[in-house]
């Protein structure tokens, strides 16, 4: 186990073993995640929004506002039905026979 020492200005310097780990660069950000039971654990913030480019498919057509206000409506809705329900959505039915 590595530890490390928080200076009065809240600072620390994350031990060599931890940095090569995690693959940490000068510059790198880091996130801190908070579970269930009130501990941290902390991994670096990597990539650009930008590397995303690509993972979906083209639609073929620009979807308006109105339709994806009404798909995403559409989805929260059966998500909140199925949650209080305990049913599967008609999609999951379709998927499912």
């Given at each position: ?49 930008m590397e995303m480019k690509g ?10 506002i109105e339709e994806m206000d ?28």
């Open positions: 186990m590595s530890t490390a020492t928080m200076t009065s200005k809240g600072q620390i310097t994350i031990p060599i073993e931890v940095r090569k780990k995690l693959g940490l660069k000068a510059g790198v950000k880091i996130d801190f995640f908070e579970d269930e039971e009130g501990s941290y654990s902390i991994r670096p913030k990597t990539g650009s929004i993972i979906l498919r083209r639609l073929g057509y620009v979807p308006t009404r798909d995403i409506l559409k989805a929260a809705s059966e998500d909140y039905l199925r949650s209080v329900s305990g049913k599967h959505s008609t999609a999951e039915n379709e998927k499912a026979s």
